[in-house]
């Protein structure tokens, strides 16, 4: 048992040193970790100075507030993904992506779980808006579920097709149409993701205030 432990702890040891550095700097530094924790934990200051300035308290049971986050690499930690694609000497693409989705392993960011129940203890909305597909709702609730951080209470904003994009679904929360129509009128006090597109005003002085951004070397479209 004890030579199987170490057969496995050589292999990944090798498979990992030999990634590319930024998906080892996601995987291994310490410093991504910080500063995942740095952006929930401001994100979560602002949000008490925001509703209640005066005593930090919130707890509100009837209000209307909602913060729309990103999923992946935002709440979501798929840098495993980026092995499994190193491994095969592949690139992303849909069908490799897919495959990944069904198997529900992603991890959580670090600071994710402090983050949302902190929302959810405080009657605050949670709206994910992620280019995930709709089909693969149930595949991302059950690794949600796995990862301990699943809410009946969540709202799912995934997308159906290729023009669905987010800004799509972003006009359906703030008038109330469309999938959203069933719902009341939220106001969203708080946007997380990890790209640009995830965010409704990109104007760099909303961030780290309404709008909080997470490192992710790993892919984007610079």
């Not at 495959?99 to 960011?109: F, I, M, P, R």
């Not at 693969?136 to 159906?160: A, M, Q």
């Not at 679904?169 to 703030?174: D, G, Q, S, T, V």
Request: contains cysteine; charged residues 30%.
């Amino acid at each position: 048992m004890k030579l199987f432990l170490l057969f496995i702890i050589f292999n990944l040891s090798s498979i990992y040193g030999k990634l590319p550095n930024d998906v080892r700097w996601v995987i291994e530094s310490s410093e991504y970790e910080a500063l995942c924790h740095q952006i929930f934990n401001d994100a979560i200051y602002k949000l008490k100075k925001k509703i209640s300035p005066n005593n930090f308290s919130l707890n509100i049971v009837n209000n209307n507030y909602a913060v729309v986050l990103d999923l992946d690499e935002t709440i979501m930690d798929n840098s495993d993904y980026q092995v499994m694609l190193f491994d095969k000497n592949e690139k992303y693409n849909p069908e490799s992506w897919d495959e990944w989705v069904l198997k529900e392993d992603a991890k959580l960011v670090p600071g994710a779980r402090k983050y949302l129940n902190f929302l959810r203890d405080n009657n605050i909305q949670v709206i994910f808006l992620s280019n995930r597909m709709d089909k693969r709702v149930e595949e991302t609730k059950n690794n949600l579920k796995k990862l301990g951080v699943f809410s009946d209470n969540d709202i799912y904003l995934l997308r159906l097709d290729k023009a669905d994009k987010k800004n799509v679904r972003r006009a359906e929360i703030f008038n109330s149409t469309g999938r959203m129509k069933n719902y009341k009128n939220f106001k969203i006090i708080q946007y997380l993701g990890d790209a640009m597109g995830d965010f409704e005003d990109q104007n760099l002085d909303e961030f780290g205030m309404d709008n909080f951004v997470f490192p992710n070397p790993m892919y984007g479209k610079w």
